[in-house]
């Protein structure tokens, strides 16, 4: 990879300090198929901190690092095939920090433009930076798989997270009638999204299905959160339903599932980044996302609190502990 100058950048060197280290490091140059993006936003996501403490092994991080799975930021220049970007252009995607690709955790990053959409007018590129992970798991899930559309009842569990927070919006504005489990302290923002909002600490999931279902189960549910609360999504889905889960690493009983005869699905955003396969439908997905920002269908939530390089270890922290209002942001 040629390289014009050096730019500023975050690395992590081993998995037991899991500390990031500021550092010069070679600016890129894109090659005849990529974007060279100077990065405005780096989107922080659980990943991301499991990533750095070596809890995700499935990345496949090569070390040392440049962590920062999303990103915002406005294009610089572009390789000789590229006809999608021209230098100006405000662009956001999923697009490194596993597999050994560099992450947006630096000034700039030269990415797949297969991987890159078009910013929202309406969103500043710190909002646009907290979308394309979440929204990518939420759509792959919900649309590509599910199918889901209007008339159907969806529940989603954990709506007031990251990811469900994007797919209580996009169920709603599929038509669908939209349930979301989360925390009584989150109720008013569920609300706002256009869900049903039901706590999940007071209320259990056969009581969710008897009360809002009548007993028939829902015809899409959707688990971001995994471990048990997959074994209630079996539970909570209808007859010939559709179980979707971003988290579905455990072992789980198929026998709820299959009486009703239902269908399970699993995502795993981080596919065509490790394979190079599919990248392509990663930038449509994100393109009807832009749509949908610019229709006011959709708005991420970001958590109010401001991140720098300097303080990328505190905004992983507060994603490790659960602290985040949906989605934090680093600013560059």
Request: neutral net charge.
């Amino acid at each position: 990879m040629k390289a014009s100058s050096t730019m500023r950048a975050l690395i992590v060197d081993d998995f037991q300090t899991a500390l990031f280290r500021q550092g010069e490091i070679l600016r890129p140059e894109p090659d005849t198929n990529q974007v060279l993006v100077r990065i405005k936003a780096s989107g922080v996501n659980p990943l991301d901190s499991k990533i750095r403490t070596g809890k995700a092994p499935h990345a496949k991080p090569v070390l040392p690092a440049v962590l920062g799975t999303d990103l915002a930021g406005i294009v610089e220049s572009v390789g000789r095939n590229v006809t999608a970007f021209q230098a100006g252009d405000k662009v956001y995607g999923l697009t490194g920090g596993v597999g050994g690709l560099q992450g947006s955790l630096a000034e700039f990053a030269a990415v797949d433009a297969d991987l890159l959409a078009k910013a929202p007018v309406n969103l500043t590129l710190r909002e646009a930076a907290a979308l394309p992970l979440v929204f990518l798991t939420a759509w792959e899930g919900l649309v590509d798989r599910a199918n889901v559309r209007q008339g159907q009842t969806v529940l989603v569990l954990g709506g007031a997270g990251g990811v469900g927070h994007v797919a209580v919006q996009i169920a709603k504005a599929r038509g669908a009638t939209v349930f979301a489990t989360a925390s009584a302290a989150k109720h008013d923002l569920v609300q706002q999204l256009g869900a049903v909002p039901i706590d999940y600490r007071t209320t259990s999931i056969e009581q969710i299905v008897q009360r809002f279902t009548e007993g028939q189960g829902f015809d899409v549910v959707y688990d971001t959160v995994g471990s048990a609360t997959l074994d209630d999504a079996f539970q909570a889905v209808c007859r010939y339903g559709h179980v979707v889960s971003s988290y579905g690493w455990g072992t789980h009983s198929l026998m709820p599932l299959s009486r009703k005869g239902a269908t399970y699905s699993g995502v795993f955003v981080l596919l065509p980044l490790l394979t190079g396969i599919g990248r392509a439908h990663h930038g449509e997905i994100l393109r009807q996302a832009t749509q949908l920002v610019e229709a006011n269908l959709l708005r991420p939530v970001v958590d109010p609190r401001r991140f720098t390089l300097d303080t990328a270890l505190a905004a992983h922290e507060a994603a490790e502990q659960g602290t985040a209002v949906s989605k934090i942001v680093i600013d560059l």
